[in-house]
């Protein structure tokens, strides 16, 4: 007994067969991936976002305050429908905020702040937000950020007028209206 358990022994020691589950290979070699990006020296200074023509389209009916809450990483300090809303960048005052619209300050004189319900987000073509130091590309006094709201004009000689409704729950509803005259000058 003891020499047929001695032969067992001897045979798995020196007869050693791979089992075929061994050589299964369970990891796949992938060459290196690299990845790089060409940045303008002036795209790397600048932090800029901005929300696109899409969600403005589709956003007509609200205002700049629930715009900007929505679709963009600014705090927007609210106390209810129909009050004033103010914006503030990474963690700076209302008042550090410029909002331009069409290059012209739009920051009450007083105060420095601009109450963003009174804006329709209808009204506007074009939205961009410049963060932190950023902003002092354009002048003083905006250390938190700029909202920067411009229209773009159509130079065709053709009169246009448009109007929008919204009806949602609770009993409010909302309507827009656009007129747009051009002459030749």
Known sequence: ????????????????????????????????????????????????????????????????????????????????????????????????TKIYWNGLIINSQMLGQVDLTLIPSGFLDHVSLYHGGTSLVTGSGALGGIISLDNKPTWNNKNSFSISSELASFGTYQAFGKIEFKKNN
């Open 1 to 96: 007994m003891q020499k047929q358990t001695l032969n067992i022994i001897l045979l798995f020691i020196f007869c050693q067969f791979p089992v075929r589950a061994q050589f299964i290979p369970d990891t796949i070699h992938i060459p290196e991936v690299k990845i790089f990006s060409q940045k303008h020296f002036t795209e790397q200074l600048y932090s800029f976002s901005e929300l696109d023509s899409f969600t403005l389209n589709q956003n007509r009916s609200i205002n700049l305050s629930d715009l900007l809450n929505q679709y963009s990483n600014v705090y927007i300090k609210s106390t209810g429908r129909g009050v004033l809303s103010t914006a503030s960048f990474r963690g700076t005052d209302a008042s550090h």
